[in-house]
DNA sequence: GATGAATGAGCTTTCATTCAT
DNA sequence: GATGAATGAAAGCTCATTCAT
């Protein structure tokens, strides 16, 4: 199908240059369709970009969703909580990057009305995650969802630190960091 | 001066818009100046972003310097430490926003190559800090650096959440959220 | 086709202006073509000017070679030769003024190169037709490549006096000369 | 003087670049002088050109003169004339080139009608001894304002393929094939 | 359904020229 | 006499979008 390929295409592209930097003769080039094809499909670039980054949530969230086993107690499987976001972060961190990142203007403000609700939903994705915790006693009494924005931006920021330098820090040392911050703190 | 006119417009814009949808027409304008003149001052957009960039950086480390009160010990002011480097996020946000997430591809090598030390210059400053707190025996033994990432990360996520959806999160609810995090963890 | 009205725009304006004055809109608005278009047929103004002159060439060498009649003696033609190369000269003179003079600086080293490669066709388009007159024994043993640079020397720089100063020289004037110097030189 | 320096730096320039091509600037560096002190001395780029193609050829002119020696019988000297042209051809060759070749379109109509004066006082140089020449009986009965034009452009062509092909024609091919040409023509 | 030639508004950049000092 | 910061018109080029086929 050719929105299927269209659609891996841009999000391939999107993620890669940000919004404004894609270009739709890119997309076309790499889905191997013609660009009049584009406009078939979706009535604008913004439409295409607001396609691919919603339909890429569902995937993701797909599958941390898996990847967790809430059948057993929340502490013991924390750090492997932990470890999978990490992990599927890196995997999906093309997407990830654009749900972070990508509200500069300069988009129809619908679009970025949308992307603002899919950030939303990743959000309380995690905040969902975090009171699960709550719920079994394990987390301490805390706005889940302030906590939340705040264990994604740790996330981001050391993830995105070790896609630029590459070497400098280890996936086990980001999950060893968050791990630590996470748990106990800083202090003694 | 209106170098300085032009580097004030140019830190306004860029940081609204990103670099490549700041236009140059927009700077000027906002300058008060030709548009001839931004390129009589700086060779080219490109330059023009990291004389920006750059110059900023200098004020606000040494606003966040001037209001750190070093001889005082570190525990004692450490959630006053948080709430200084939220205080001067919000107050710079423009420029913070900047420096956290505009490295996205298209602009000169050389240019990003610079972004990307003056990021580091950020990031070590806040190392340092930390660095201070561990030799008081106040903070963990942790690896300074990563820390400094996953902080400026939470910061950067919070302050971002609580400028784009005002009323949501208020000041002192980012304040306590991150102090609770970083003294204590999450967990119980 | 858009494509062959924008080179007989490009040859129309490039022989009148030469490369750096001729202007991108100009030719779009003589080729009744947006400016667009241009770049949609040829990558850059240096690629349109390559196409203008490498594909004006074709049809120049073409004319030259459908008026000679090589099965008569080379003698008994020459001065029929000279006029016909002159008449050819006056009626392409503004493909053959960018020819023999637009190899200014400032032009994609690539095109230029391409620019010198036509050149050198159109002189040794020259020195073939020496070399049969040489042959047949009609003319001196020389270098004939030499020889041709400087017939075309003298066809251009007559040619061009004939063209900035009406009157002052009639076509049959220069080749009278070009013929006289040509076939017995200027010592008695 | 400035005036001086700044003539020497604009023919510098100019016969480098063309006119279209030279920039202010570029003139202003090379002869030491701020840009505003051009126009000081020039009222525009266009008279600086004018000035300096003016000036030039009155030291090419000198050139030549001082190395003729009328007293000796024009055939015995003709090839020495010959060779004498081509080299001071090819010393002031930056100067030659703007003589033959710029005059494109673009220039304020003014200085265009006195480069095309400073062009004609060329020809009309080489036309007096010519002129000699036919006096002494020597050449044979032509015009010699059309033949110095065809010699000009011999010499022109020949000398540009020699700068740009250094190696493929040496001086004294040029000097051979415009002495035979000139003096008994291409036919046996 | 799909195409791709064509568009034109809008961008960064250049540079001759001016003028307050 | 001399300067150089400032100007702004004009250039080459890009790219989302359209539409006839």
Do not use: W
Request: charged content about 25%.
């Amino acid at each position: 199908m050719k929105r299927k390929k269209i659609l891996e295409a841009a999000a391939y592209i999107f993620s890669k240059k940000g919004f404004h930097q894609a270009r739709m003769d890119e997309i076309a080039a790499l889905a191997e369709v013609a660009k009049g094809t584009l406009y078939y499909n979706f009535s604008s670039k913004s439409m295409l970009f607001s396609a691919t980054v919603t339909e890429g949530l569902e995937s993701i969230i797909e599958q941390i969703t898996e990847n967790l086993d809430s059948d057993r107690p929340f502490k013991e499987h924390f750090r492997t909580l932990i470890e999978n976001i990490i992990a599927l972060y890196l995997k999906n961190n093309r997407l990830a990057k654009i749900l972070l990142n990508e509200l500069s203007a300069g988009i129809d403000s619908k679009v970025l009305a949308e992307i603002e609700s899919v950030q939303n939903r990743f959000i309380s994705f995690i905040a969902e995650l975090l009171d699960k915790g709550q719920e079994s006693g394990v987390l301490k009494t805390m706005d889940v969802r302030t906590a939340s924005i705040a264990v994604v931006g740790q996330v981001d920021s050391l993830c995105k630190y070790h896609l630029r330098n590459p070497g400098k820090i280890s996936k086990d040392q980001i999950a060893e960091t968050l791990y630590n911050i996470l748990s106990t703190g800083l202090l003694k």
